[in-house]
């Protein structure tokens, strides 16, 4: 017999009973016959022992199924927690960097998450709470609008969750439309967009979808695929310059002294490496793919980047600014 049943064991009622709300605390919660083995009880005491915890206010839940677990209710023990100051700042902030949701259950959830914090917070924090968007401001990008996709934000995110196939017709940039048969994996926020990775079945490969773009989505409720152990969202995208990917080529740069600092300020890929040059401009090489985030990223550097390899972007900034010059002739 293991020393800590025996410990058990040799407990007096009271210290039975702070033990039997340990063991209901216990993530998953505790089958009936295991909190009496442990105790050495009967099932009738067990019985008493969440009889006397439920007249102290501790809600215990018995769960249905091929397995009774039981276990305190999730919202015990609440009440008594008080939120720091540092702690309320980081939930008010990191709230604020969401609110391109706004209209979505997203949305919705993370209110109402946040006001079920309320009593946690003291009287002083909630005065200060008042202050918070003044004193700390999440400038957001410019933030596509989901208010209109609250239905097929839902029908994805239940597919995600139950692991079901889905049928979709997707739109994509130029405005031509294609069916797919989509594995969900993974939905991503990027630049205050919502973007859903998944595997087209057709092709066998893992794409990128702006959620926008789809003009419908239908999951296969009674239909389930194996999500993929050795997935990993990271490593998908981990050749790209943001959202997108694909195959990784050797990307050198160079850039004019006068945005050299805001360059070496920053880190713009694992992969990057930046050379100060002699005229105090600077070289940038990394290998990423090259994708639209990497084409639109060097052409808003206008004149103070010179794109030196691979051929085929070098040709492609070339040929965009000399049609973008051509429009002001």
Same mark, same amino acid.
């Given at each position: ?12 009622k ?7 709300l340990?063991?209901?605390?216990r993530?998953?919660? +505790? =089958? =009936?016959?295991?909190l009496?083995?442990q105790l050495g009880?009967? =099932? ?8 006397d ?9 018995? #769960?249905? %199924?091929?397995?009774?677990l ?9 009440a008594g927690?008080?939120?720091t100051?540092a702690e309320?700042?980081?939930? $008010? &902030?990191?709230?604020t960097? &969401?609110?391109f949701?706004?209209?979505?259950t997203?949305?919705?959830d ?8 309320q ?5 002083f ?22 208010r209109?996709d ?15 196939p @889905? ?6 940039a130029? !405005?031509?439309?294609r ?14 967009g ?7 079945? @057709?092709e %066998?490969?893992?794409?990128?979808f702006?959620l926008e773009?789809?003009?419908r ?5 009674? /239909? $389930?695929?194996?999500?993929p152990?050795?997935?990993d969202p990271r /490593?998908?995208?981990g050749?790209?310059f943001? +959202?997108t990917? !694909?195959? /990784?080529?050797e990307?050198v740069?160079?850039?004019s002294?006068?945005v050299a600092?805001?360059?070496?300020e ?5 992969s990057a ?6 005229? %105090? ?14 084409k639109?990223w ?9 794109v030196?390899a691979p ?8 040929e965009? $600014?000399v049609? /973008?010059? #051509?429009?002001?002739?």
């Open positions: 017999m293991k020393p800590d049943k025996l410990d058990d064991l040799k407990l007096n009271a210290q039975k009973l702070v033990r039997v340990e063991l209901l605390s993530p998953g919660g +505790i =089958p =009936p016959e295991e009496e083995a009880v009967d =099932p009738r005491t067990v019985r008493r022992y969440l009889a915890l439920r007249r102290v206010g501790v809600s215990v839940d018995e #769960a249905a %199924g091929p397995e009774r039981l276990s305190v209710s999730g919202g015990y023990g609440r927690v008080q939120l100051l309320v700042l980081s939930l $008010h &902030f990191g709230r960097l &969401f609110t949701l706004e209209g979505t997203f949305a919705e993370l209110d109402g998450a946040f006001e079920r914090l009593p946690s917070i003291s009287k924090n909630k005065e200060m709470l008042d202050s918070l968007d003044r004193k700390f401001l999440a400038v957001p990008e410019h933030a596509k609008d989901y209109e609250a239905d097929l934000l839902d029908e994805v995110v239940s597919a995600l969750i139950h692991s079901n @889905a049928d979709a017709e997707y739109r994509g130029r !405005g031509q439309s069916i797919y048969r989509l594995e969900p994996l993974t939905l991503a926020t990027y630049r205050q919502l973007y859903l990775l998944a595997r087209d079945v @057709a %066998g490969r893992i794409k990128t702006a773009r789809f003009t989505f239908a999951r296969l409720r009674r /239909a $389930h695929f194996a999500y152990e050795d997935y /490593a998908v995208l050749d790209g943001g +959202i990917s !694909g195959v /990784a080529e990307v740069a160079r850039f002294p006068e600092l805001y360059l070496r920053r880190r713009w890929h694992p490496r930046v050379e100060v040059l002699g005229d %105090g401009g600077v070289r940038l090489r990394m290998r990423v793919a090259v994708g639209p985030e990497l639109t060097f052409l808003g550097f206008g004149a103070e980047v010179v030196e051929p085929s972007l070098l040709t492609f900034v070339r965009a $600014h049609a /973008a010059a #051509a429009r002001y002739r």
